[in-house]
């Protein structure tokens, strides 16, 4: 499992990114990590301070998937309308256009 974690807020020092990084594992876990224990599906949990914008996203999705040399890429679906998906972009239509060599799935957004 990777969650990219916005490179926009820089902590003060060393130690408080760390505790950033392990707060947002523990958000991720808490929310996504019960249910694929319960459905016995092995994942691990990669928390990567990365950029924002839908293609430096994408890249860093394709990148990652090809290092763990991922069977799928599973993505949330936002739900931003489709007006607003066209002004500021799909992290899921740039990984199907030009990124991923594996099968993506898309799901609904908890």
Same mark, same amino acid.
């Given at each position: 499992?990777?969650?990219?974690? @916005?490179?926009? #807020?820089?902590? /003060?020092?060393?130690?408080?990114?760390?505790?950033?990084?392990?707060?947002?594992?523990?958000?991720?876990?808490?929310?996504?990590?019960?249910?694929?224990? *319960?459905?016995?599906?092995?994942?691990?949990?990669?928390?990567?301070?990365? /950029?924002? *914008?839908?293609?430096?996203?994408?890249e860093?999705?394709?990148?990652?998937?090809? *290092?763990?040399?991922?069977?799928?890429?599973?993505?949330?679906?936002?739900?931003?309308?489709?007006?607003?998906?066209?002004? @500021?972009?799909?992290?899921?239509? $740039?990984?199907?256009?030009?990124?991923?060599?594996? /099968?993506i $799935?898309?799901? /609904?957004? #908890?």
């Amino acid at each position: 499992m990777v969650h990219i974690w @916005a490179g926009v #807020y820089v902590p /003060p020092d060393e130690n408080a990114e760390l505790l950033e990084v392990e707060d947002t594992k523990m958000f991720v876990s808490h929310r996504f990590a019960r249910r694929l224990m *319960d459905a016995k599906i092995p994942f691990r949990l990669h928390v990567i301070v990365g /950029p924002t *914008d839908t293609d430096s996203v994408a890249e860093v999705i394709a990148r990652k998937c090809s *290092d763990l040399q991922a069977a799928c890429v599973v993505l949330a679906k936002h739900s931003k309308g489709r007006l607003k998906e066209l002004w @500021a972009g799909s992290v899921t239509v $740039a990984c199907l256009r030009k990124c991923c060599k594996v /099968p993506i $799935a898309v799901v /609904p957004h #908890y």
